[in-house]
């Protein structure tokens, strides 16, 4: 039986002449009113960065955990453990099986999703359909119908979704993208981004992968709408290694960066990109590359004389270098390692001079608070998930837009799914903006 709060609700709507169906109306929310969240998928990254980054704004916010939807028997009751142990729950907890289960229910109002890479459009296709809103990790889809399938269902929801690229919710990078878009910095020229370990461990799970037993999931849930192949403890709990479970380096640490791009230009995807790479170190039977190069052109699509180059490279045997982002313009740089803004590079004075041109010299500045933003490439209760996490609960309140809505993984997507299609056909990649699809040539 409905209780009185949701009855007087439902009443004022249909006077209005709105009404929701089952599967629409989860629950319209008042100002004091708890929001419900279930997890789906009790993983490393949820554990280890966004229960964090949710405990940390929960009480200010009136957010709580209620229930856990994951295939494997024993992450459910880790997820009970953990989450009472963090006082993260409210009242009792469920243990649903599967996404099925979960999204039946009446007492969620939303869902953080993360689950296996190639899951997250089609799982958050089902939160939004349901009547979720939806904090949903990246990437957001490593195939680009499962992509179009999520932008389209979440902007026909209507519903609040907010795409893990939590850089959208830093400081240092909100004040780098102001001073691009004002002008000062110049026309974009190149962008350089790496991200360097040396973990042989990196994305291995060998310990869980000897204990899973099959009859302790659902495999063929798991697969999802990837070909049907025997079981693999290793595909299941090692995923990022194997595609076409994960692209491996450019869905999970490419998309954060290439999203800044995407961010700083205005510019909603590449227009080409060529890559390469390879299994130079941990031949350990994996199929996606541990040292990675791509090569982006990005400028208007109605203008090939505008536009700057992006490289991009990653490598997980030798750490050197770390994680750094420049952007570069004919005036200096911008470093979003340091969060210094500075000359270097810039056009000096004599070089000028010769050409009959005047230099072209940014001024040294600091990008304010940014110096507490820190990129790292180890996950983390890290202030900028903390941010990206209290913007979503805010945007869950307020009905706005959150700062990396679906068009954001959307577009990370393709440029994802373009370099990824580059390193495995060893051919140039283009984007066809009438198509909307991506062009092998």
């Known amino acids: 039986m409905e209780n009185r709060r949701e009855f007087i609700k439902k009443s004022a709507l249909a006077g209005l002449g709105m009404s929701f169906t089952a599967g629409s109306y989860a629950r319209i929310l008042g100002s004091n009113d708890r929001v419900r969240v279930g997890i789906i998928g009790f993983s490393d990254r949820f554990r280890q960065s966004l229960a964090p980054a949710f405990g940390e704004h929960m009480k200010d916010h009136n957010f709580a955990f209620v229930g856990v939807s994951d295939i494997w028997n024993r992450r459910r009751d880790e997820a009970e453990q953990f989450l009472k142990g963090k006082n ?23 869902v953080i999703i993360s689950t296996a890479d190639f899951q997250h459009a089609l799982h958050c296709v089902a939160a939004v359909e349901s009547g979720r809103d939806a904090y949903v990790e990246k ?24 795409i893990g690229s939590q850089r959208r919710s830093a400081p240092n990078y909100h004040q780098a993208n102001n001073f691009i878009k004002s002008g000062k910095f110049g026309d974009i020229t190149m962008v350089e981004m790496t991200w360097n370990v040396n973990q042989p461990g990196r994305w291995r799970r060998a310990k869980l992968v000897s204990e899973i037993k099959k009859e302790d999931t659902d495999w063929n849930r798991f697969l999802l709408n990837r070909p049907k192949v025997e079981w693999d403890p290793r595909k299941y709990l090692e995923f990022r290694l194997f595609y076409p479970y994960s692209s491996g380096i450019p869905g999970q640490w490419m998309s954060h960066q290439i999203d800044t791009v995407h961010w700083f230009s205005g510019l909603d995807h590449p227009r080409s990109v060529v890559a390469n790479g390879g299994i130079y170190s941990w031949k350990d039977g994996r199929t996606n590359a541990d040292t990675f190069t791509a090569v982006f052109d990005y400028g208007p699509d109605n203008d090939k004389t505008k536009g700057f180059q992006v490289l991009y490279s990653s490598r997980m045997n030798n750490e050197a270098g770390g994680v750094k982002e420049y952007y570069y313009s004919n005036g200096g740089m911008i470093n979003l390692d340091t969060n210094k803004i500075s000359p270097e590079g810039g056009l000096e004075e004599k070089f000028a001079k010769d050409m009959g041109m005047k230099a072209n010299m940014l001024p040294t500045m600091s990008l304010g608070e940014a110096a507490k933003m820190e990129t790292s490439a180890n996950t983390g209760g890290d202030p900028m998930t903390s941010l990206h996490m209290k913007n979503w609960m805010e945007c869950v309140r307020s009905r706005k837009e959150p700062n990396a809505p679906a068009r954001v993984g959307f577009n990370h997507s393709v440029a994802n799914i373009m370099a990824t299609t580059a390193l495995h056909t060893g051919k140039r990649v283009t984007w066809d903006s009438t198509k909307q699809d991506v062009i092998v040539s």
């Open 88 to 110: 993260m729950i409210d009242g009792s907890f469920f243990k649903a099986r599967n996404n099925d289960e979960l999204l039946d229910r009446k007492d969620v109002d939303a």
């Open 139 to 162: 990437p957001f889809a490593e195939a680009l119908d499962d992509a179009r399938k999520a932008l389209k269902a979440v902007e026909s929801s209507k519903k609040i979704v907010q």
